[in-house]
């Protein structure tokens, strides 16, 4: 059975640009969620879908946005990029929102 | 508020010793699921163990074990016998029922070196 999977791995943007992650779920898994991890913050929670609606939000600006598909994949999107946006993008899928989380290789993003 | 504690930051053993990893929790739900991830060198956090907050119950896995303890809000894990393999960073996290569910909140992580 596939994992998760996320794309692209690595990542180059300049400050100011706009980026698209995708996140492609295993399979029958319904909830997708996404988290960004930095040396300073740690793993901090971005949001999570569960059947295409977003279902919980973290503590991040409105710069950072995300959606689900019905096919349960997801996008996040990071508009006027930040060199603080740097960081490993993880995201995680799960059958319903409270079992067990499976985590894709994430998409490690540099600003520059 | 829900909040996961590491106080280890790092942490070096040799082959084939014993470790344990501290993880200290805090929440004000009574239902609620602990967690242990690895994350290997290459990024992708792997999955270890759930449990939830009404199974107090250790569990042993191979070289892993969990003893989780209610009355003293601990979830902590050993890995008996260590190997090079084990190195990793380790994280403990929580997951709470209510408004907060489906988002998990991680401790800082445990850097374990297993030399050989």
């Known amino acids: 059975k596939a994992g998760v999977t996320q794309t692209p791995r690595y990542l180059i943007k300049t400050r100011g640009q706009q980026v698209t992650l995708s996140c492609s779920p295993i399979s029958g898994h319904r909830s997708v969620s996404w988290y960004q991890q930095t040396p300073g913050q740690g793993l901090q929670f971005l949001f999570e879908?569960?059947?295409?609606?977003?279902?919980n939000k973290g503590n991040f600006p409105g710069r950072f946005s995300g959606r689900q598909f019905s096919n349960s994949r997801s996008e996040m999107n990071v508009s006027t990029l930040e060199l603080g946006d740097s960081a490993l993008y993880l995201c995680a899928s799960s059958l319903v929102s409270d079992t067990e989380a499976f985590f894709g290789q994430g998409t490690r993003l540099t600003v520059v | 508020a829900q909040k996961v504690t590491q106080a280890q930051t790092e942490i070096s053993v040799v082959e084939k010793e014993d470790v344990t990893l501290d993880c200290v929790y805090e929440?004000?739900?009574?239902?609620?699921?602990l967690f242990w991830y690895k994350q290997p060198p290459s990024g992708e956090l792997v999955f270890l163990i759930r449990r939830n907050s009404f199974d107090e119950q250790n569990e042993i896995s191979g070289r892993y074990s969990w003893n989780f303890q209610k009355s003293t809000s601990s979830f902590n894990f050993t890995i008996t016998a260590s190997q090079v393999v084990d190195s990793a960073v380790y994280f403990c996290a929580l997951n709470g029922r209510g408004s907060t569910l489906g988002r998990l909140y991680f401790g800082r992580g445990t850097q374990l070196t297993v030399w050989p």
């Open positions: 879908y569960f059947s295409e609606t977003q279902r």
């Open positions: 929440t004000r739900d009574t239902t609620y699921y």
